[in-house]
């Protein structure tokens, strides 16, 4: 799988990232596309975008904390008629093996919804499987009605072992609030 990563706006990249994106998040749950520009003009953000034989085939888009050594997931999603054939988990290594090799991050961040049915259920079973340790706090956000918990992944053995939910969505929510914050 090739991987390309850049932290820059590029149209070609989010073209060919956007139907993915698109088919994965419901309307409700997606940034518009002029959010996600604002975050890259503002330096908040990473594309990730995997192609197997020059076709895309998965997309994240992960956030820098803000004072902190976290990368947070905020989008993961991989093209529907390529899902079950371990892409999503080859995606993801490239992923914690690409921020580890930047050096300055320590821990993988990512929030799921907690309402307890098999959809949701099944995308944190894909994390646990991935290494993600889940926590036991429930976020509940005013602008959205599904509850969210936070999973995290320590890239250094050693350098998070705690189940704090609430200091994991300080990160998150300090993070959605620089994205939807115009400015810079």
């Not at 899902?83 to 993801?92: C, D, M, Q, S």
């Not at 098999?118 to 959205?144: C, E, L, M």
Request: charged letters at 25%; glycine letters at 8%; hydrophobic letters at 35%.
């Amino acid at each position: 799988m090739e991987i390309i990563t850049t932290d820059r706006w590029e149209e070609n990249l989010w073209n060919e990232a956007e139907p993915i994106y698109y088919a994965g998040f419901p309307e409700h749950g997606r940034k518009n596309r002029g959010i996600i520009q604002n975050m890259f003009r503002k330096h908040l953000c990473f594309l990730h975008l995997g192609k197997i034989d020059g076709q895309p085939v998965a997309m994240s888009i992960t956030g820098k904390s803000d004072s902190n050594d976290t990368l947070i997931i905020d989008y993961f999603a991989v093209r529907k008629d390529s899902r079950g054939k371990g892409i999503g988990t080859l995606f993801l290594e490239a992923i914690k093996s690409w921020a580890i090799k930047e050096g300055a991050y320590k821990l993988l961040v990512i929030e799921v919804e907690a309402d307890d049915n098999q959809t949701n259920q099944k995308r944190a079973h894909f994390w646990t499987n991935a290494g993600f340790q889940d926590t036991s706090y429930i976020h509940q956000y005013i602008w959205v009605p599904e509850p969210y918990r936070a999973m995290y992944l320590p890239l250094i053995p050693g350098s998070f072992a705690s189940d704090n939910g609430p200091l994991l969505f300080s990160y998150i929510t300090r993070f959605h609030k620089e994205s939807f914050t115009k400015g810079k």
